[in-house]
């Protein structure tokens, strides 16, 4: 029995056709064709479909890679998982390519991926290109096997790490605080404090050791006083009874003195002013500070009655004149 294939497409007039030779062969044939029309109506099956075509499995990349050559298909290589593989499309008539990939050829001068190329023995070579299109300058495929190339590490091609430009002098190797060009600040000596002192952290911190050892002996000799005093009371029961009043407090150093308004020396545009129990030279045409030499060492402000220095030495300067100022005063109580 021969097999029938009912997946291949008819029209009506075949089928048509078809259904007559088989009442003829059957001596089933209506009287006239009206009634075989009819007839097949009658009996034409409903909400039928028909059975799905079994699909064919589908290869994987490797099995496609590794399939012979088909001659009817198109010479192009497709990527097929970084593993090639022939394209399963048909060859245009009278060329090697299907119509996608003749175009492509047309266009670029070769295939994306690669040909399959037959020698003139007949057998069948594969060529895989390294580039796109075969151009060198396109996009580098990685077909299996091949290894991705390392990148270059990027070398600065004008200057080096480490060889900043100086913000001064514009040169390399030192910055603005080394610089050799950098413009010498004038030296502090302590004009206007009344201090002949030469800027030097040993000297202040020398200075501050000093004045710990200066209140500590006088605390030491204070409290010997009192012990005294407290021996000669318990002693002396008829001796007139003294009150010892305290010595008037000197004002508070940190308080902000005002403004002294008399002039010095007949000079209209200068003035003193003291600060924290030490006086100083102010020139109120600009509410500057001057030192003995005229020299400016800080600003004042007249709202919150302070003076903000030029520089750290000055102010550590006028710290050690009010540590010594207080000690004279403590020593004077004592």
């Known amino acids: 029995m021969s097999s029938i294939d009912f997946h291949a497409k008819i029209s009506g007039h075949e089928a048509f056709a078809w259904i007559k030779n088989c009442l003829e062969n059957h001596s089933l044939l209506p009287e006239d064709e009206e009634q075989l029309v009819n007839f097949i109506v009658s009996h034409k099956p409903k909400d039928f479909k028909n059975p799905r075509k079994p699909r064919a499995s589908k290869k994987s990349s490797q099995e496609r890679a590794s399939d012979d050559y088909?001659?009817?298909?198109?010479?192009?290589?497709v990527w097929n998982d970084h593993l090639g593989a022939q394209?399963?499309?048909k060859k245009v008539d009278g060329k090697c390519f299907c119509n996608r990939?003749?175009?492509e050829n047309e266009k670029h001068g070769a295939t994306r991926f690669g040909i399959f190329l037959i020698n003139s023995d007949g057998d069948v070579q594969k060529q895989r290109?390294?580039?796109?299109?075969n151009n060198t300058e396109d996009k580098m495929h990685l077909w299996d096997g091949v290894e991705r190339p390392k990148k270059a590490k990027k070398t600065s091609s004008s200057t080096t790490k480490g060889t900043r430009k100086c913000g001064i002098c514009g040169e390399c190797g030192h910055n603005r605080k080394t610089c050799p060009h950098r413009p010498m600040e004038p030296e502090d000596t302590g004009a206007g404090t009344g201090l002949n002192l030469i800027p030097s952290h040993q000297e202040f911190n020398q200075a501050r050791v000093n004045l710990s050892d200066t209140l500590s002996q006088n605390t030491t000799t204070e409290e010997t006083q009192n012990d005294t005093n407290e021996t000669q009371n318990d002693t002396t029961d008829s001796q007139e009874t003294v009150l010892l009043l305290p010595d008037p407090q000197p004002e508070d150093l940190d308080e902000d003195l005002s403004l002294d308004q008399h002039d010095d020396d007949g000079d209209g545009d200068n003035s003193t002013v003291m600060?924290?129990?030490?006086q100083y030279i102010l020139d109120t045409e600009d509410n500057t500070i001057v030192g003995d030499e005229m020299d400016v060492i800080g600003n004042w402000d007249p709202?919150?009655?302070t003076i903000e220095w030029i520089n750290s030495d000055i102010s550590k300067f006028h710290r050690l004149a009010v540590f010594e100022l207080k000690a004279k005063n403590e020593s004077k109580q004592a």
């Open 275 to 278: 600060y924290q129990g030490i």
């Open 101 to 103: 990939h003749f175009i």
């Open 303 to 305: 709202d919150t009655q």
């Open 70 to 77: 088909q001659p009817s298909l198109c010479d192009a290589m």
């Open 87 to 89: 394209c399963d499309k």
């Open 129 to 133: 290109y390294t580039h796109a299109f």
